[in-house]
């Protein structure tokens, strides 16, 4: 049973199948969200789908890629390759070094075959004959071996296209090599996400990101000390086109690195698809917005926020939502929820709307709350989210207070004595994608021979030509070849024309002249097996 088991795994049709059950079973990774990717997303979805969430979850779903089932398809495809590769291999090692297949005894069954009929002066003998057909074709690439020059009917066969095996081969071990590569970099990589503000610095620790995703054997050591400092943020947005305009042309990030504490500063660019190199990792531009900076004075008239606060922008217009939470604030905790445009316009009911992504007219315009934010008992919170149902309003375009609408240096002061709230400025950020994969490499080399592989065994083609030679009963030289392709090969017909005129060429002075002509060279016959 064991034996059979084994048989059946390491078939080419159940890694075929293993290998479709695989991109198959990552389908879920993309209709759900992932918890290593987002957890509040996955707790919010299974608090918004009570019946099905709960479920989802104990099929791991949710964790597709960690999951007892991804993994155990994953482990088979791997076992099942190893166990296929490498009895081929053996199997082809043995066949490149032995001698090609006897001749069959009837040549003329072959798919291609083919006649030669010498003239009764020619100097060529049988074995002559042979001979040269060996020359000919070793010329042409194939492994010959001349059999029976002691007999009456020597003969040679002769094979190639044993690239189109080995390319086979190296198709499927890069095929483990990738499945390899991508191991280690799950368990060896990771994955991290930050939002840099104009002149603000990122060193590469655990406590520096916005969101971490660690590989499964990923150890805080294999961080490279590394910063970034964001210096300018400029982004071109099209002024010429009339159907395009306003579109963004070009963002470009001019940053700050240093490779270690020690190490001497120097000026990178970093554009969307030109991501830098630094520390044996990449960062990519993933995103943009405007910061705005703002001022927080507390009932107490002490600073109580003071900074850029990131906006994140909804439209091509850099309309950006938000939120800031002013814990610290005296006697009661503030929080802040609105909108921000570069450039704010009002229409005739007064409602403003953003109408360029270039700062030319930047408007806050802001709610305000007082009361507990829920931060004191430590519970994770999303920063851009403010959960206003046990808040007291305080600014409201809906009640008789009205909202907040800022201008750069504005300054609105909150009702009940709580404070004030300051426009100082206006800076830009960036979020970037921060990656390490030890494997990328790997899976990259191994996907181009994989490839390659592809190619070889789509390409070349396995064929087995054999020529054999006799002497006719009336003295005539008589030459016989045939040709058989191992699969499928439409290109061996024009092979075995090709050989034709190889021997024609080889025997007779002018392939041309007819066979009866007793003053010339020879004479020649051939054709398929069909003709």
Known sequence: ????????????????????????????????????????????YIQDNPATGP?????????????VWFSAIYLLLFISLIGCVIPRAIQHWK???????????????????????????SPVTAVTAVENAARLLKRRGYRVEVRGTDTSMPSVGAERGFLKELGNLVFHVSLIGV????????????????VIVEGDSFVNTLVGYDNFSPGTNFSETQLAPFSLQLDKFQVQFDRESKTHYGQPLDFTATMTTKDGPDAAPRPQTLKVNEPLEIGGTQVYLVGNGYAPVITVRDGDGNIAHQGPVVS??????????????????????LGF???FLPTALENEKGVAFGSDPDPFNPRLYLNSYAGNLGLDKGDPKNVYVLDTTKLKVLNDRTQKS?????????TFTLPDGLGTITFDGLKRYVALDITSDPGQGGALLFSTLALAGLCASLFIGRRRVWVRAGTHPDGRTM?????????????LAAEATAIRKLLEKEWLARPDRPADNSKKAGAASSGTKNS
């Open 1 to 44: 049973m064991l034996r059979w088991a084994w048989t059946q795994l390491t078939s080419m049709r159940t890694a075929l199948f293993l290998l479709l059950l695989l991109a198959v079973a990552a389908v879920p990774g993309s209709l759900f969200p992932q918890r290593p990717a987002n957890p509040a997303v996955v707790t919010q």
């Open 479 to 491: 030459v016989e070849w045939a040709l058989l392709a191992r699969g499928e090969d439409h290109r």
């Open 179 to 194: 499945l390899v590569s991508v191991a280690v970099g799950g368990l060896f990589g990771y994955r991290g996400q930050k």
């Open 95 to 121: 066949a490149m070094r032995s001698q090609p297949p006897r001749t069959p005894r009837r040549l003329s069954r072959l798919p291609e075959y083919g006649a030669l009929a010498l003239d009764t002066g």
């Open 55 to 67: 479920w989802l979850d104990r099929f791991q779903l949710f964790d597709v890629y960690s999951s």
């Open 312 to 333: 994140v922008p909804s439209d091509g217009a850099y309309t950006s939502t938000m939120v800031l939470k002013v814990p610290d604030a005296k006697p009661e905790q």
């Open 402 to 410: 009205g909202g907040i609408v800022l201008g750069p240096k504005e």
């Open 337 to 339: 929820v609105g909108l």
